[in-house]
């Protein structure tokens, strides 16, 4: 028992010691050229498996109704947000700036500040429709970045132009990925409900919208405090080429429907949350513009194309926290400990298995692995499904993968090495004694 | 008797949830030309509108019809055709549970590999992937001139005559002319269109109504604009002879340079049918920098 516990502890270290090496030379990066199935699935999550194919079907989300800007004019959008405004949504969202990108203000650059007419009709359309919330962009100045390098602190804001706004609220779009830029490929998993800047709380854009809707569950959402909030998916707008998992569960206009009061019945926008954004040239576009990975692509690992149309990302978050559909997961501590207890069941298994028939160890050590791969697996689909519940075991199941093989070096290198040393050490001490003259 | 049993109780099912709530699919989303028939007449189908047993939903070729069905499951619709809505209803299954899904994922993870493999193709669409291929910019669509002339290009086998129908931005139609020809002059100061910002343009052929034809704006210039426009203009426009082809050509580069690119087609129009021939390369030219042709 005692020798049990001894090698079930040293193979256990020994494990995680592979398991680190094995990280940290990934993280050299020194084999990158040669690694294209690392690089494939870099980005993937187990979870999103769940989410794309394997969950039960969320419910649509009927208080939502999405319409496409395109590439609508200021005036035309104008237009939209008047036709819609007369039929009493309560909330409309404008997923878009109206502003000179990079402060250039000139004709040339700017053509649009020169569009007086447009401009003065979407200033009148916010105002009389007071209920509309713009978007903003979380800045760091460059003398924040100078001081602090890399960190997630913000200390300016990107605003639509003030004889726009007007009396609209607003919220930041920016949500979390790893993207360097806006035109990079974009992955959206989580979000940043508020952010301080200059010490003012700023919510987010979708956070801002439902807060309108109903701030008693927003507010619930918010008592949470979590700095980063996954977002729970519920599905896309309608998804002619079958990028997405789960499509067809929003209302949709295209952006000639919003402009024609006979495409649409006058019940459809009253007392619903309206969030207008780019969907494309048209509803059928193939644009990857403002177009994200979510955990609902289908392709969840390798090569893939974007799904899903940033206003869309903003309507899932919206509808979980007026469903109150949060998605709760594992501290980080838990799956570090969780993988400790798994490899060392695992390596104390298989020490009795060596010990008691050694011609069985290898069928039996891969038979347990795969079985165990299969129940962790699926039990992170299931808690994923019945429990809204995250549960990250990818350490678990990376130990998982190595513990046979771990096991094996361990008994047959390791141990090998350990008995020839200490039988040097007894054979060393064995000779003193025979060398030692014995005295009369 | 056994599928006379299982239709009698999908009947019954159908039946109670027409009784319970009033409609079996509301509509998510519409996409072409789809129609509903409530009753003996075809309407266009609305987004929002609720479909009724005993209701037929009709969608042209490449349309899209999402629907969200009484029990909450949504479907979509994507070939032409048209449909029953009891049938569409009898047809909704409750969704698999997690351990189907689970199980049909596994498997289906052994799938064949796709036999044909030359679905898509290394080009684009450009020019004639449509029938008929109206020769006005996407973006760029102002105009200064009340007189544009509206000209188009033809696939093969796609013959005339056509029908061009002018609408206001809610899609009323304010006016449509039927031609033989590929070109049309037509004067925005007609009373049909002087109350209108931006008149969109279609074009379909006579022979062939049902297909949804794309459609293009043409915006007036702002009061402030067409003053500078004018003032511009009135430099130039005392040494030239509108009645002839030159002096359009010179109209057309002036409007060129003033980012109005339909009234400079007009002016190159006007001058090709001066002199037929005689600039034709030149008019070839301006449609590719305008990405009008490729």
């Given at each position: ?12 270290v ?44 969320p ?10 800007i ?5 005036a ?27 402060g ?38 460059d ?54 800047v200059?010490?003012e709380?700023?919510l ?29 998916y ?21 952006w ?5 009061a ?7 926008f ?32 390798g ?8 206003a ?5 978050i ?5 469903n ?29 298995i ?5 011609d ?78 014995v005295?009369? | ?70 029990k ?61 291929s ?50 049309l ?6 009373e ?36 500078r ?9 005392g ?19 003033n ?8 002016a ?27």
């Amino acid at each position: 028992m005692k020798k049990l516990l001894l090698h079930s502890t040293v193979a256990t270290v020994f494990v995680f010691s592979v398991l680190v090496t094995l990280q940290k030379v990934s993280q050299l990066e020194l084999f990158n050229a040669f690694d294209p199935i690392g690089k494939a699935l870099d980005d993937l999550e187990f979870s999103d498996i769940s989410f794309s194919q394997l969950r039960e079907d969320p419910e649509i989300d009927t208080s939502i109704v999405m319409i496409n800007i395109g590439y609508l004019s200021r005036a035309e959008i104008a237009q939209q947000i008047m036709m819609i405004s007369q039929f009493e949504p309560k909330v409309i969202g404008i997923d878009g700036f109206f502003n000179c990108p990079g402060g250039l203000r000139d004709s040339l650059n700017c053509p649009m500040a020169y569009d007086t007419i447009g401009n003065t009709m979407l200033n009148f359309a916010i105002e009389q429709a007071g209920n509309v919330v713009l978007v903003t962009k979380l800045l760091q100045t460059d003398s924040l970045i100078n001081a602090l390098g890399d960190v997630d602190i913000y200390d300016s804001i990107e605003h639509t132009d003030d004889f726009i706004r007007g009396n609209a609220y607003e919220g930041f779009a920016n949500l979390e990925t790893d993207a360097a830029h806006q035109e990079d490929l974009k992955a959206c998993r989580t979000f940043v409900p508020a952010v301080e800047v200059n010490g003012e709380r700023q919510l987010a854009f979708s956070v801002m919208m439902a807060m309108l809707y109903d701030s008693a569950k927003t507010n619930r959402f918010l008592a949470r405090g979590k700095k980063s909030e996954i977002i729970n998916y519920r599905g896309n707008i309608i998804d002619p080429y079958g990028a997405s998992g789960y499509p067809n569960r929003y209302y949709t206009l295209d952006w000639y429907q919003a402009l024609d009061a006979n495409s649409f019945v006058p019940g459809l926008f009253k007392d619903k949350i309206v969030i207008m954004g780019f969907l494309g040239q048209t509803l059928d576009d193939t644009s990857w513009d403002d177009k994200f990975f979510t955990p609902l692509n289908k392709q969840f690992a390798g090569k893939s194309r974007p799904d899903m149309y940033g206003a869309v990302v903003h309507a899932n978050i919206v509808s979980m926290i007026l469903n109150e559909d949060y998605i709760e997961e594992l501290p980080e501590w838990t799956k570090i400990v969780i993988a400790i207890v798994v490899c060392y069941l695992n390596v104390a298994l298989f020490w009795m298995i060596m010990q008691r028939d050694p011609d069985w160890f290898d069928g039996i050590s891969i038979l347990v692995q795969l079985l165990q791969f299969v129940a962790v697996s699926f039990m992170m689909v299931t808690f994923l499904s019945f429990f809204s519940f995250k549960l990250e075991l990818t350490a678990t199941l990376a130990i998982i993968a190595i513990v046979g093989t771990c096991f094996e070096i361990y008994c047959n290198v390791i141990l090998t090495i350990w008995g020839r040393i200490k039988a040097k050490r007894m054979l060393t001490r064995k000779g003193e004694k025979v060398l030692t003259p014995v005295k009369d | 008797m056994k599928s006379k049993s299982a239709l009698f109780i999908a009947f019954l099912t159908i039946s109670s949830l027409a009784m319970g709530q009033d409609y079996l699919f509301k509509v998510l989303a519409s996409k072409g030309v789809n129609e509903v028939k409530n009753g003996d007449s075809w309407q266009p189908v609305k987004i929002g509108a609720n479909l009724k047993q005993g209701d037929q939903l009709r969608l042209s070729e490449n349309s899209y019809v999402g629907l969200i069905y009484v029990k909450g499951q949504p479907r979509e619709i994507k070939e032409a055709g048209t449909y029953d809505v009891a049938k569409l209803a009898s047809e909704m299954q409750a969704g698999s549970t997690v351990v189907q899904k689970y199980t049909d994922f596994i498997l289906s993870s052994n799938a064949e590999a796709k036999v044909n493999r030359l679905s898509a193709t290394g080009a684009v669409h450009r020019g004639t992937a449509e029938d008929i291929s109206v020769l006005l910019p996407d973006a760029n669509t102002k105009v200064f001139s009340n007189e544009v002339v509206i000209t188009w290009e033809t696939a093969e086998g796609t013959t005339g005559p056509y029908v061009v129908t002018f609408e206001n931005m809610f899609g009323d139609v304010l006016s449509k002319i039927e031609t033989p020809e590929k070109t049309l002059r037509v004067n925005l100061a007609d009373e049909k269109f002087v109350d209108q910002l931006t008149v969109m343009v279609s074009v379909n052929s006579k022979s062939d109504p049902a297909k949804d034809p794309k459609k293009h704006a043409i915006t007036r210039l702002s009061s402030a604009e067409r003053d500078r426009i004018q003032a511009s203009l009135g430099e130039i426009k005392g040494s030239l002879d509108p009645e002839q082809a030159v002096s359009q050509l010179i109209l057309a580069g002036f409007y060129e340079e003033n980012n109005l690119p339909i009234d400079a087609l007009t002016a190159y129009v006007q001058a090709k049918s001066m002199e037929p021939g005689a600039y034709d390369e030149t008019f070839e030219e301006f449609l590719i920098r305008q990405n009008l042709k490729k």
